[in-house]
């Protein structure tokens, strides 16, 4: 009572209304309910969509079971399409997780603490702009680049490294490649933001106790910027895993992603129950991820997302 | 010392391969859409040519999108600009103990994966049209509304986001000064906050557009029968890509450039403001000019003289001389053709003298690819062409290869591969 | 117009926490009234409670007898001078001064004539088309009086609107406040931790400590009869001696402490119940206690010298005495002579019991 009198003595009627107008729209009709709604559809049969609402729209394990066993009618013992998309996904996820890590540590500490004058400032600007361009358009890069007669088969044939075109479509690189590409500046933006807060003074000092460069990182470093590598990889993880567009651009015919099951399942299956099932299933994954990675580096919420 | 040395040099090897693998990508797609062979790529280049922005225009189902996601990133702004307002603005006015519930759920559509959120947006405002009874044209079955609805979920976390850093620096009191004055509480709100909010506004504003006409995964889902930009560019590049795309990329890359470097100004501006008014705070000079320079911030000018210089240097030399270019080029390969069909004929006697010279190599290539042969690694000295045809023309070319050094190393520099298909299409425009 | 405010039996809480405990008090029409406190004693909330940011959780505020409950800070005859001033950075000094005019929709020219007008009465007359942030920190300071005498209010609140400025700055802003309340003869409600400035400026002061009210009076009784312990320790220096009550007459009462038995005035009002037994603290200040010399006096305590500083206009003579662990000190003039003692000295201190006061034993001020 008290607080609903303060706030709209804060505020004024007007003002007040449109801001508990706009935030429960925005928290009850677009947040929290459609993902309930999605988390009771998940478990419904699956019936044509003029059934829905009626008794024969009952409530079932199904889609679940669906993604662990396969059908009823299958032979195999466990559904082993679906479980392998849905290991291979994750765990692409945190392979291109740890290597952007890998490649965006070294150069957000040089930007940060090695380069000098007016280099970091435009670096830093420059590193804006392939941020800004379509996830589409991003993937067709690499699409075009790693094409049997892409630059880069080009290239390694000329050089002689290849006497005939790899296929890295079929093999994956190109979908690799492409994602590790796709998020990569969620890695270093804060990466670099965390670093570049560190001290200058505390490395020169480490350096001056007669520490080793590797130790300075391990010991000075890193520890500083925990937050911030904790920040960008919970992020490229989740857009990663939940990428769309590079896979199916990228994707070869063999390599499923788990979000090309889902679009299957909703596009051509026309099974939106099991569709939202996966969904459900692709966002508890990243839910116990996030809630993990917070556990394990002690972060708050906060401090992921900025 | 040396020791140091090297590892200077090597990371800076390092960030310029990092750099490199920024921009490569990119820059390559945009090199792309100039070069007039009907493949995407840079390597074999033939002519110079914006013959692909032209094909753009004449799309009709891109224009289509184009205008439809323009659409859907106003109605966007419009959703997502009050909303992350609002929501900023609770945040500072909810009970200490409920803030840290509030940020998480209003902040979780970011995390949330985008196909994720494309789905319950759908699922969820189908059930409402069922509960209401409301009929498959009513507005739940709207692409439109849906997709609006679906992005604007996510960024109005964005929006908030910018909205809280900017609110960080308000001082609060000025509004209970305003109330104190005697203004009401939404003259409060329209003459105090929403000028100091004018610069996050904005930028709010651009950044909610960009991020709403570049969606993919949540438009996918939500957007039903119609089609945006992004959907229409996604259908492309699966069905087969071609130098259109890379034309419509750079068209893109270009826009969204602008509106990054808009975004850029009004942040940049804003820190500017702040930074002069600090300043004059501490009781120093007014610097002259400082005003002015906000309102045509140099980057903004510089990369706007770029991209024209550049569009319009693109466009004079691609008009210029592009129709010889193409018919040199369109000859070389008649040449070429027709050496390797007169090779063939002498070799194995087989084609009948009276047809055309193009018809039975297309046939006879079709066949032999069908037939599918071994590769060979000679092959493989030459430019690389596409697998399939490789396979296909490489036994016979491999049988007379001395004979057609000349030919090779032709080919090396224009690399007319794909024959029937480039050749064929060049007739029918010829033809046109 | 001006008008007089009531606070009658006001509380505030804000969860268990109580900011303002059964406060009464009234302030005449026209008068400049200072609540004087260390921060975090309530009376910013008082102040709040006043312009109507905050409603009191019981209780009664009346300005010009008109019971303000549930009207808010935009309909009440008050303007509040902020702590950190609140100007308007993002509109000219003119524009600021005339935002009340402006949001009761009267017009431009109309705004702009009495904007002139008030700055010409805060003396920076050709000033107003400057953006605020190019005002120095007093200019600021009189364009916030100007802004908040523009809403023509009956009652002017200021919370310790001068604590931002240096000292030599504040010293001139107090005779300016002074002459700009005599002007346009409003009530002020001054709040201010700088007794300096309460004393000087005020025509009534209030000392706040921990939501309670322990005093209301003028200054000079503030300064000379001190109600209560926090009130005799808050305002100016005091040297503090402990112990128990003795005996009580009308006007004295004798405490027995561990240096002596001390008589001194008993306090009246609040702080006047000394009952025979009860812990007392008898306070003296540094002026009024004497060397001994052979002249007689009431009460007299053995001390050490321990240090003595020079200050220009006086001495400082700072003493260990026996029984309190307190250091003491005494003020002297400097009148050219120099001082009959160095340090270490054992020396006798006296002074007479009606300048030293008697309180019931309470909450001391922080050092």
């Known amino acids: 009572m008290g607080f609903w009198q303060d706030f709209f003595r804060k505020n004024g009627k007007a003002l007040g209304l449109f801001l508990l107008g706009s935030v429960a729209c925005w928290m009850l009709l677009m947040i929290i309910l459609p993902q309930l709604f999605m988390l009771d559809f998940s478990f419904r049969t699956n019936v044509p969509p003029p059934l829905w609402g009626t008794e024969a729209h009952g409530y079932t394990f199904e889609h679940y079971r669906y993604m662990i066993y396969g059908s009823a009618q299958s032979t195999e013992s466990y559904n082993f399409v679906d479980l392998s998309v849905f290991g291979r996904t994750i765990l692409t996820a945190i392979f291109v997780t740890l290597i952007d890590v890998a490649l965006c540590y070294p150069v957000a500490y040089y930007l940060a603490h090695v380069a000098t004058g007016g280099w970091p400032r435009l670096m830093v600007m420059a590193l804006i702009v392939p941020f800004w361009v379509n996830e589409l358009l991003r993937a067709f890069a690499f699409k075009i680049m790693f094409g049997s007669t892409g630059i880069i088969n080009n290239f390694l044939v000329a050089i002689g490294i290849l006497d005939q075109p790899f296929d890295f479509i079929r093999n994956s690189v190109a979908l690799y490649s492409g994602l590790s590409y796709a998020y990569i500046l969620l890695m270093i933006f804060p990466i670099y933001n965390a670093v570049e807060s560190l001290d200058k003074n505390q490395i020169e000092a480490a350096r001056d106790l007669g520490s080793p460069w590797w130790r300075i990182h391990w010991r000075v470093v890193i520890p500083h910027a925990k937050p911030g590598i904790t920040s960008g990889c919970t992020m490229v993880f989740m857009l990663t895993a939940g990428a769309l567009a590079a896979p199916q651009i990228l994707g070869g015919p063999s390599s499923l992603w788990f979000t090309q099951i889902i679009y299957q399942a909703f596009n051509q299956a026309g099974n939106w129950a099991r569709g939202s099932a996966y969904a459900i299933i692709l966002l508890a994954t990243c839910i116990i991820f996030v809630l993990c990675v917070m556990k394990i580096f002690k972060v708050k919420l906060g401090e992921i997302a900025r | ?432 | ?367």
Not at chain 2, 256 to 268: C, I, M
Not at chain 2, 382 to 394: A, D, I, K, M, Y
Not at chain 3, 198 to 212: F, K, P
Not at chain 3, 339 to 347: I, K, T
């Open chain 3, 1 to 367: 117009m001006s008008a007089d405010v009531q606070l009658n039996d006001v509380w505030i809480r804000f969860g268990d926490f109580v900011a303002a405990r059964d406060v009464n008090i009234h302030i005449q029409e026209g008068e400049f009234f200072s609540f004087l406190g260390p921060s975090g004693c309530g009376k910013t909330t008082l102040l709040r409670a006043v312009s109507g940011f905050l409603d009191p959780s019981e209780g009664q505020v009346l300005i010009g007898g008109k019971d303000m409950a549930g009207i808010g800070p935009n309909k009440r005859p008050t303007a509040l001078i902020f702590q950190n001033l609140a100007l308007f950075p993002l509109m000219t000094v003119w524009e600021n001064i005339a935002f009340s005019l402006e949001v009761k929709g009267i017009g431009k020219e109309e705004r702009r004539k009495k904007a002139n007008e008030l700055l010409e009465l805060i003396a920076l007359p050709d000033q107003g088309e400057k953006m605020v942030n190019e005002l120095s920190g007093g200019q600021k300071q009189r364009v916030a009086i100007a802004r908040a005498l523009a809403a023509e209010p009956d009652v002017l609140l200021l919370d310790e609107p001068l604590s931002a400025l240096d000292l030599k700055l504040r010293q001139h802003m107090r005779t300016e406040l002074r002459a700009i309340q005599q002007r346009v003869g409003i009530t002020f409600i001054y709040i201010t931790h700088d007794q300096g400035e309460a004393l000087t400026m005020s025509d009534h002061v209030a000392v706040m400590s921990q939501g309670v009210i322990q005093q209301v009076a003028d200054g000079s009784t503030i300064y000379d009869h001190p109600e209560t312990a926090f009130v005799a320790s808050f305002v100016g220096e005091n040297n503090m001696f402990s112990g128990k009550i003795t005996e009580v007459s009308e006007e004295y009462a004798v405490v027995e402490t561990p240096s002596g038995m001390l008589r001194a005035r008993r306090t009246k009002g609040k702080g006047g119940s000394l009952h025979r037994g009860d812990e007392a603290f008898v306070f003296i200040r540094p002026e009024s206690l004497k060397f001994v010399n052979g002249s007689a006096f009431d009460n007299r305590v053995n001390a050490n010298i321990k240090q003595q500083e020079f200050e220009g206009s006086f001495w400082q003579v700072f003493f260990d005495v026996e029984g309190n662990n307190r250091t003491v000190k005494l003020s002297m003039v400097n009148d050219g002579s120099t001082l009959p003692h160095e340090v270490g000295d054992r020396v006798e201190l006296g002074f007479s019991a009606d300048v030293a006061i008697a309180t019931p034993a309470g909450e001391l001020a922080a050092e």
């Open chain 2, 1 to 432: 010392m040396t020791s140091d040395h090297i590892r200077k040099s090597f990371s800076i090897l390092f960030v310029l391969i990092f750099f490199a693998y920024l921009f490569g990508p990119l820059i390559i797609m945009s090199l792309t859409a100039f070069n007039s062979s009907s493949f995407p790529r840079v390597t074999p280049w033939e002519c110079f040519s914006v013959e692909w922005f032209e094909f753009l225009t004449k799309d009709q189902k891109l224009i289509e999108g184009l205008q439809n996601s323009v659409f859907i990133g106003l109605g966007v702004v419009c959703l997502a600009v009050p909303m992350g307002l609002a929501g900023a603005l609770m945040l500072t006015q909810v009970r200490e103990r409920v803030r840290p519930w509030y940020y998480t759920i209003t902040i979780s559509p970011i995390l949330v994966p985008g196909v994720v959120l494309g789905i319950s947006t759908l699922l969820f405002w189908d059930r409402v049209g069922t509960m209401f009874g409301a009929s498959r044209e009513s507005v739940f079955y709207n692409g439109f509304f849906l997709t609006i609805i679906g992005q604007a979920t996510f960024i109005s976390a964005y929006t908030m986001l910018v909205f809280i850093s900017r609110l960080q620096r308000f001082d609060r009191v000025q509004e209970e000064a305003a109330l104190d004055l005697g203004a009401t509480h939404v003259q409060t709100f329209r003459k105090i906050l929403l000028p100091f909010l004018k610069p996050a506004i904005a930028s709010a504003a651009v950044l909610a557009f960009l991020a709403s006409f570049e969606n993919y995964n949540t438009t996918v889902f939500t957007i039903v029968s119609e089609s945006t930009l992004t959907t229409f560019l996604a259908a492309k590049v699966r069905h087969g890509i071609n130098p259109s795309i890379s034309a419509l990329a750079v068209v893109i890359v270009v826009l969204t450039l602008l509106g990054a470097a808009l975004h850029e100004a009004f942040k940049r501006r804003e820190l500017a403001a702040e930074k002069e008014s600090a300043r004059v705070a501490k009781g120093e000079q007014k610097s002259r000019g400082a005003q002015s320079r906000f309102l045509f911030d140099p980057t903004v000018i510089m990369i706007l003289l770029i991209f024209t210089a550049g569009l319009g240097t693109a466009y004079f030399a691609g008009t210029i001389g592009l129709d010889e270019c193409k018919t040199e080029v369109l000859a070389e390969k008649r040449r070429i053709v027709q050496e390797r069909i007169k090779k063939r004929q002498q070799k194995t006697m087989f084609q009948d003298a009276g047809r055309q010279a193009l018809t039975p190599l297309t046939q006879e290539e079709i066949k032999k690819r069908q037939a599918a042969p071994g590769t060979s690694n000679f092959q493989g000295l030459f430019s690389p062409e596409n697998l399939e045809e490789q396979v296909g023309t490489s036994k016979e070319e491999t049988q007379d290869a001395p004979g057609r050094a000349g030919t090779e190393n032709f080919q090396s520099i224009f690399a007319p591969r794909n024959l029937e298909e480039q050749v064929g299409s060049e007739e029918q425009k010829q033809s046109e």
